[in-house]
């Protein structure tokens, strides 16, 4: 438990990637297979659900603690995090423990702990917060409460693996898909030598698009460049090769497995190809908000419901291999004509073409890229048609070209407490704008502030709090910041009736007062949009 | 107030007003007893200030120049206006003292900040018992547990060391009175050279001054512009991080030495590589432990958890309640006055 702790310590003490990666490695290294392969499915997000009632954990920890209740919850409310705040009101550094690898602790204390009643729960979290040091105590704490999560994606870990074995990363990731059982022999298997399983599966670097400043007449003249629509969803590679289908994320995460109906456009395409494009929420012959396709995302189990409701298409916009010829060294012009002509032939409908937007002149496709939130989609995106298909973020054939965020000047009128690196401080907010007369909720937004201002703002909820429910403040409505986002959807979860897109913070407006701040009215007008 | 007691609250700070005195105002008064050197407890311009004598120099320093300071060694009674003052060191930093007032057969005592754990900078906190102690809470909450001094340096030196291999200079933050010197007291000097902060430097010339012993160091600023940092520890106030001052040690590894550094979030936020845990006030179970030994009837609390710390000591039998100060202690805001 003690290497497994100090692990969570090394990746959580630093935000440097290259760190983390190192820290992992060396654990992975050092440690026999049933623990690695028991902190790769902790890693990657494979966590026990919980096991103990929140309530019982409380009650548990402030009667070992012997503390009356009410400075248990100032203990909390300082810390913010509960398996931290158990860890350090517990004395004990752990004397007496015995030290005992991690798959003895998961097997020997973690797992019983779903079998047993309350009262032996209470007598065996007793013994391990006694046997564990604070930090072994919190690390377990997290464990046994669903909580655990440290800031690694598994594309890190993945590295961390790579380091390690020497297997090649998309093998890895190809490997860890699906289901598996943490035992010894899969993470064997999972380092095992690569028997050229790696060249199939394996997706091209993604080429990415630079941010467009000025005007696109810089660009030179119209007819050199493909317009098209910035689609709004999730970037993906299908690659089908050896009868196999493989649908890769921007991150060279494999996402086979949370859309089926883009496996299955992948399972129509001859063998040898890989296309290029985005995965969106499909409806009406149109694409779906983003909203509808974050419901699938993060989901492990698909119901038919949500696929039901959620369908997922595939817009294609490049074509990268054919008959295993790799293309991206030819113009974009030639690879356009092949996916084209692909895209037709295939009588799968949710394959798409991300067709050209029709607009002969730049001062054309101006007037219709203000048409693109009406068409949920994010701008435009300008691709030089003589260009190969690079790898990466490089400038000058790629272009994104994005319509500007709409922003509202809003009240701050609830606030509530961050988490992680936030933990303890009032980050999270509420913002209300006018409607006869009253302040209703509109948006919430965390991010945008620098961490100075996030200080202030602290300090600002702190001295002028209205009212506390549980961890939300209500404040004096008194601060004005200037909001920034994307969309509007009508929307039942605020008072307002409306829900933004990508709400954030562009900047605090204390030049104003509350009573200067927008009302609903000014922002469905500025949306041109009907309540 | 009522003034059964010898010391009240007033808009400038603790007063006694039978001798005619304030502890840490913080507004301008005619006679000033300071606690210790540290921003919020020794301000300017007050007429005379009255310190411990291991306190005079970086008192000194800290004031305008020409101020009135005078200077009293520990455990000697001075009588002011009918008054026995006398200073007891309250361990936090070198000089800081606890005020023991006596009128009348009735004793109160002013902590200041203070620690109880051992510190080889400075003489260790002294019980004293009083009818009232007026103690400080920063860490009044038992989240908050020390570990030993000794388990902390040695995790600071196998850093350092680790940095070593990996070619890089190792920074230390701390606030640059008090914390620096005892980092500076605490590390294995033979693991590589040590560099200070100017602001730290001036600081510690004053320990040496008064006796604390403390390893060889040099100056950041006096090294050429070409010097290889990646042997050497660096230590500097947290002012610094995220500074252009960094920029000349090339590859570092920065680690900020405090008692906030027990809470993950804390330590997060401030986006150091390492947090060691070694405060200069008293845990939780410290600052039971002092007011116990002080025996007194009555504590008042001044910065920190003073309400959870009051309400708590009520709970044990201990009549307490929270006193409103502009002592801010050690925050954990980046603006550290140090």
Known sequence: MRDFAELYRAIDETNRTTEKVTAMAQYFAAVPPEDAILAVSFLIGRRPKRLVKRPDLITWAVEAADLPQWLFDECYDAIGDLAETIANVLQGDGEGGEEHSLNWWVSERLLPLAKMDPALQRESLLATWKELSPYERFVWNKLITGSFRVGVSQELVVRALSQVSKVPVPTLAHRLMGNWDATPDFFRYLIAEDEGESHHSRPYPFCLAYALEGEPSSLGERNEWLAEWKWDGIRCQIVRRNGETFVWSRGEELISERFPEIVAIGNSLPDGTALDGEILAWGNDRPLPFAELQKRIGRKVLTKKILEDVPAAMVAFDLLEWNGEDLRVQPLSERRALLEALVASEQVGNLKLSKAVPAATWEALFEERLTAREANVEGVMLKRLDSPYLVGRKKGSWWKWKIDPLTVDAVLIYATRGSGKRASLYTDYTFGIWREGQLVSFAKAYSGLTDAEILEVDRFVRNNTLEKFGPVRTVKPELVMELAFEGIQVSTRHKSGVAVRFPRIARLRPDKKPEDADSLETVLSLLGAKA | ?338
């Open chain 2, 1 to 338: 107030m009522p003034t059964s007691t010898l010391l009240e609250l007033t808009d400038r700070g603790l007063f006694c007003r039978a001798g005619d005195f304030f502890v840490d105002p913080w507004r301008p008064v005619e006679r000033a007893i300071i606690t210790h050197a540290h921003g919020d407890h020794a301000r300017w311009g007050m007429q005379q200030y009255l310190c411990s004598v291991p306190s005079e120099g970086v008192l000194r320093r800290r004031m305008s120049e020409g101020a009135n300071i005078e200077s009293l060694p520990y455990g000697e009674v001075r009588e002011i206006n009918g008054v026995k003052i006398s200073l007891h060191p309250a361990g936090h930093i070198l000089g800081s003292a606890q005020v023991r007032i006596e009128h009348q057969g009735r004793v109160e005592v002013v902590s200041g900040d203070y620690k109880t754990d051992p510190d080889p900078t400075c003489a260790p906190f002294e019980p004293i018992k009083c009818h009232l102690f007026v103690t400080e809470s920063t860490f009044g909450l038992p989240i908050y547990h020390w570990p030993d001094e000794s388990e902390v340096f040695a995790d600071v030196n196998a850093w350092w060391r680790s940095n070593q291999l990996q070619g890089k200079a190792s920074l230390l933050m701390g606030y640059a009175l008090g914390k620096a010197q005892r980092a500076l007291a605490g590390v294995d000097p033979s693991i590589g050279p040590i560099f200070l902060h100017g602001a730290v430097q001036s600081l510690t010339e004053d320990y040496r001054r008064a006796g604390v012993a403390l390893p060889k160091t040099g100056l950041v600023m006096e090294q050429p512009k070409d010097f290889a940092w990646s042997q050497s520890l660096l230590i500097a106030p947290p002012s610094v991080h995220g500074s252009v001052w960094l920029r000349r040690f090339g590859d570092v590894s920065t680690a900020f030495l405090s008692g906030w550094m027990a809470v993950r979030g804390a330590r997060r936020r401030r986006a150091v590589d390492r947090g060691f845990v070694l405060s200069d006030h008293a845990d939780w179970a410290g600052l039971h432990r002092a007011i116990r030994a002080t025996e007194a009837e009555e504590v008042w609390v001044t910065h920190g958890y003073t309400a959870a710390m009051s309400r708590y000591l009520n709970e044990q039998g201990i009549n307490a309640k929270p006193l409103a100060t502009h002592f801010e202690g050690e925050q954990d805001a980046p603006e550290e006055a140090t």
